[in-house]
């Protein structure tokens, strides 16, 4: 398990504090290993909204004992689906997390209610020892106390007092686990899940309003440290701010209808982070596939924005986060210019410094790889690299790295190593156009290179134009070895474009849409693949322009309409 940690002092101090984090959370997981027991919490005092997207059609799939969930289909038959552990891990992160239970309530009817009641039931049954692990992982009993309570109205129809009892024991003996637990949670999104759950629960919960105050206290002191000021996650994952906000936006309603008084850094990170979300939007609704955001919910996304009532134009920069957005004449252009998040938060981070997408009206061109629906699939590891990313690749080397050991990714969760250490950037909007430039140093180490790009957007938004200069770094650059690959400049595009080599460039065509690629030196089609799709991989083409840095620094391209 120590191998490799000489070369890596951050891993070893990483290694460190996970192992600590997990000794301290050692005591509640025993605590919970007991016989499920617990006092009668009451009728709930207040139920939180539930945001996102229902497909009452859903609900069948239960019924026929074959359901999908994180991009799994699996199928249990006539056995408890909680009693399954073969499934994928991802099916079952989700199946514990009881968000399928919005079908439910969508869908509305007796027969949805009682199937509801059974299944709820069912996993109250079962005895600690009985359930996987992962059921008590804090981001997956963050989701279920949260969903509990959310869609408590549908399990509680027509239920008789028994089974109420039951499931409001149920929901308190669930608060008082996470509430021990809490404090022993990965840093990042499961921290900050579990201190919203806790303070969901404590407005919903009567007899739980003295615990009101600290769950308060203790969620703000989260929310300030984990959003940035510019309203983006630490994670720098543009994805993590739907998923919060889809649970802070309810819990901002409870603090009102319980006249409790909210944190001000509740209310100051919603009004931060909606902003932040259309920030990172395309013009097709779209999310940017940046640093391990997937496929998004658009149905859910255009739910939050509903709440944002700045109504002006997306802000031109997220400083904190690292992210700079060119737009005009229906042109949107965003790119990766922030220092890679720091290693405890980096599990789902990319590699893809000073990467960039682009899209033209509602059409996207450009873009990154990104993540898929399913956690287990290769592609997820694939699509971290550099080479997944629209931007410059040298010698097939990523430009941050990743912890080597199985043993450790395994025990780490595959951590992002940061290869830049500075990413200078510099923006000018002029008369002509937007002009940014950025450079980062991942390649100093292995090859003495510093990479600069730079990128101009014209004023009518009709022409991108770009130069990538690979700069010696005090004069250390040297010759990539013999066996390794050149450098190597790609764009990939979306999938539902269709592209064509001619003698007068690459022609790009997406619905009403057409553009031109051209560059000095000759460009190819090749394949790629977009992981960020409903349907799982979808094979998609690039642009690669093959170049050898020792002979050529610089290479000049444009797009154009």
Same mark, same amino acid.
């Given at each position: ?35 499920? +027991? ?66 439910? @309530? ?42 509990? &309570? ?5 399990? &509680? ?17 669930? @608060? ?16 900050? &899940? ?20 600290? $769950? ?82 658009? +149905?859910? &996304? ?41 290693? +405890? ?57 990743? $912890? ?34 950025? $450079? ?32 010696? $770094? ?23 474009? @269709?592209?064509?080599? @001619? ?59």
């Amino acid at each position: 398990m120590t191998t490799g940690f000489v070369d890596e002092p951050r891993l070893a101090g990483l290694m460190v504090r996970e192992t600590l984090r997990r000794l301290r959370g050692v005591a509640p997981a025993m605590v919970a290993l007991s016989p499920l +027991a617990g006092r009668r919490a009451g009728s709930l005092a207040a139920v939180p909204a539930d945001l996102r997207r229902a497909e009452p059609g859903l609900v069948e799939s239960f019924y026929s004992g074959h359901v999908r969930l994180a991009g799994h289909d699996v199928e249990f038959g006539s056995r408890s689906p909680f009693a399954l552990r073969q499934a994928p891990r991802s099916w079952m992160a989700e199946l514990h997390g009881f968000g399928w239970l919005r079908h439910f @309530t969508e869908a509305g009817d007796a027969l949805a209610a009682e199937q509801a009641r059974v299944l709820v039931g069912d996993w109250l049954g079962f005895e600690r020892r009985a359930l996987p692990r992962l059921a008590f992982d804090h981001e997956v009993s963050a989701r279920r106390l949260v969903s509990l &309570l959310s869609h408590s109205p549908i399990v &509680l129809a027509q239920a008789d007092e028994m089974f109420a009892r039951r499931f409001e024991a149920g929901l308190a003996r669930q @608060t008082r686990h996470l509430a021990r637990a809490a404090g022993s949670a990965p840093d990042g999104m499961p921290r900050l &899940l579990a201190r919203i759950a806790l303070a969901t629960a404590a407005l919903c919960q009567p007899g739980r309003r003295c615990a009101v105050r600290g $769950a308060a206290k203790l969620l703000a002191e989260e929310l300030d440290r984990q959003i940035h000021p510019d309203g983006g996650h630490i994670s720098r994952n543009p994805a993590a701010i739907p998923t919060l906000l889809a649970d802070l936006l309810p819990l901002r309603q409870l603090f009102a209808h319980r006249n409790q008084a909210m944190p001000r850094a509740l209310f100051s990170a919603i009004d931060r982070m909606l902003p932040a979300l259309r920030f990172f939007q395309h013009g097709d609704g779209a999310l940017a596939l940046f640093n391990g955001a997937g496929l998004a919910d658009r +149905a859910l &996304l255009h739910q939050l924005l509903r709440y944002d009532e700045t109504l002006g134009e997306p802000v031109s920069a997220l400083r904190q986060s690292g992210y700079q957005r060119l737009a005009a004449g229906g042109t949107v252009l965003l790119a990766d210019t922030g220092l890679p998040p720091a290693p +405890a938060v980096a599990g789902e981070a990319h590699a893809g410094t000073l990467a960039f997408e682009f899209s033209s009206g509602r059409r996207r061109m450009v873009v990154n790889c990104g993540a898929t629906v399913r956690a287990e699939d290769a592609g997820r590891r694939l699509a971290r690299n550099t080479a997944a990313h629209s931007t410059l690749v040298l010698g097939d080397h990523s430009s941050s790295r990743f $912890a080597k050991s199985p043993a450790l990714d395994r025990y780490l969760g595959v951590p992002l190593l940061p290869g830049p250490t500075r990413v200078p950037v510099s923006r000018e909007d002029t008369g002509e156009g937007q002009l940014l430039t950025a $450079a980062h140093d991942g390649y100093r180490v292995p090859f003495g290179f510093v990479h600069e790009r730079e990128i101009h957007l014209s004023r009518d938004g009709r022409r991108i134009e770009g130069i990538d200069r690979l700069f010696q $770094a005090n004069g250390r650059a040297h010759r990539l070895a013999s066996d390794e690959p050149l450098g190597m400049l790609r764009f990939h595009l979306h999938p539902d474009v @269709t592209a064509d080599e @001619t003698p007068s460039g690459i022609r790009l065509s997406h619905g009403e849409e057409v553009w031109w690629f051209r560059s000095e030196v000759a460009a190819r089609l090749e394949d790629s693949i977009l992981f960020a799709d409903r349907s799982g991989a979808r094979p998609t083409l690039q642009i690669g322009i093959v170049f050898d840095p020792m002979e050529r620094t610089e290479l000049a391209w444009c797009f154009e309409r």
